[in-house]
């Protein structure tokens, strides 16, 4: 029985997708073999990348101003590969902390020897809103943000418009659950494993004029222009996580019909559970600001950390699985990506007035 899925990362993935990849593991497109056991050279895995690059270019409306590459290394990765690519030693950059995830780059690009500058930060608000004031480098050579934060439940709905320098953003936990007007990017990304295909993966959409900005004395591993060069495929590329990427993107392009349908969707099924905790007496309490809660993840506390462990225990025996917090923060944390149904989180929000009703 597959149950409803809420994990943090690795996150669901759709069922029609998992389907047909199970359908095509032994004998993929004729060859007779899998898609993991072809070369990657060969005419078959070179048509599968392109027309993925090409659905996932759709599915944001990316133009020839953008290059689309296929990295290694996750999020995690990225953290230090902006920096080598776009600072350099000493060289100036500005971030904006709210939270786990951007607190790492951060302290990534000092160690790759660049001079990251804090913009703004919500941490002394124990990062529960996206800040809304920033005091910009005008030298910085590019903005960060991190546009979705898994751990704390918040997103950004505005960006800002007014940086000094191109915005790069770690999109990992909410890349095509909308669409993005994207031109204060100038790159952004996102590790797979959370709303679009299996780990291994990073996509990132870098504007080739920031490209061409890049510094050359980095290793080819980390070198943007050698992954634009050589087509992602410099070096072995993660061939099965590409393809079954590419069937979320197909998905997303034909069943779903595009982002502004699966946006409304994510509103939709969000917008259930915000209620659900809003209406319940405080009971459940919503962890981020109003303005600046999250679509994909809801981070919510119950009154005490024994009936945390319970509401885990009990919803995972209904089939309902992932709901704890992130280790760093604890409390519940249901992620509603993509592939999570608007009926799985009607199952969750039914579970949690059952549980009310019991416990409180
Ligand atoms: C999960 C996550 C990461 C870390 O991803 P890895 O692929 O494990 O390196 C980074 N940023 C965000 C926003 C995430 O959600």
Not at 204 to 221: G, H, Q, W, Y
Not at 224 to 243: A, D
């Amino acid at each position: 029985m597959r149950v409803a899925n809420f994990n943090g990362g690795p996150g669901a993935l759709p069922r029609e997708v998992l389907e047909e990849a199970a359908r095509d593991l032994l004998d993929w497109n004729g060859t007779g073999m899998s898609v993991m056991e072809n070369s990657h050279r060969g005419p078959e895995v070179q048509a599968m990348a392109a027309e993925a690059e090409a659905d996932f270019r759709a599915l944001l409306g990316l133009n020839g101003d953008w290059a689309v590459i296929f990295c290694q290394g996750g999020a995690s990765l990225q953290f230090a590969m902006i920096p080598l690519n776009f600072a350099g030693p000493g060289g100036r950059c500005d971030y904006i902390n709210t939270g786990l995830w951007s607190t790492k780059a951060f302290k990534e690009a000092r160690i790759c020897g660049a001079n990251p500058r804090l913009a703004a930060s919500s941490e002394d608000d124990d990062f529960t809103h996206i800040p809304e004031v920033f005091d910009f480098d005008p030298e910085a050579k590019y903005v960060y943000i991190t546009s979705n934060n898994t751990v704390r439940g918040t997103q950004w709905s505005r960006f800002p418009h007014n940086a000094p320098g191109p915005l790069v953003a770690d999109m990992s936990s909410e890349l095509l659950s909308r669409p993005l007007d994207l031109r204060p990017f100038g790159l952004i990304y996102g590790g797979a494993q959370k709303n679009i295909g299996p780990a291994g993966l990073t996509v990132v959409a870098i504007r080739r004029e920031l490209a061409d900005k890049a510094r050359l004395d980095v290793p080819s591993m980390l070198s943007y222009p050698v992954y634009i060069k050589n087509q992602s495929m410099y070096n072995t590329p993660p061939v099965w996580s590409l393809y079954v990427s590419g069937l979320t993107f197909k998905w997303l392009l034909n069943t779903v019909g595009g982002l502004n349908n699966m946006a409304a969707l994510n509103q939709a099924k969000s917008d259930l559970l915000y209620q659900a905790i809003d209406d319940s007496q405080g009971y459940y309490r919503g962890t981020a600001r109003p303005g600046s809660r999250s679509v994909m993840n809801v981070t919510y506390r119950l009154p005490g950390e024994e009936l945390e462990k319970k509401f885990k225990k009990e919803s995972q025996a209904a089939g309902l699985v992932g709901l704890g917090g992130h280790r760093s923060v604890g409390g519940l944390r249901a992620s509603l990506y993509n592939a999570v149904t608007l009926d799985d989180v009607r199952r969750l929000v039914d579970f949690m007035a059952e549980f009310q009703r019991v416990n409180g």
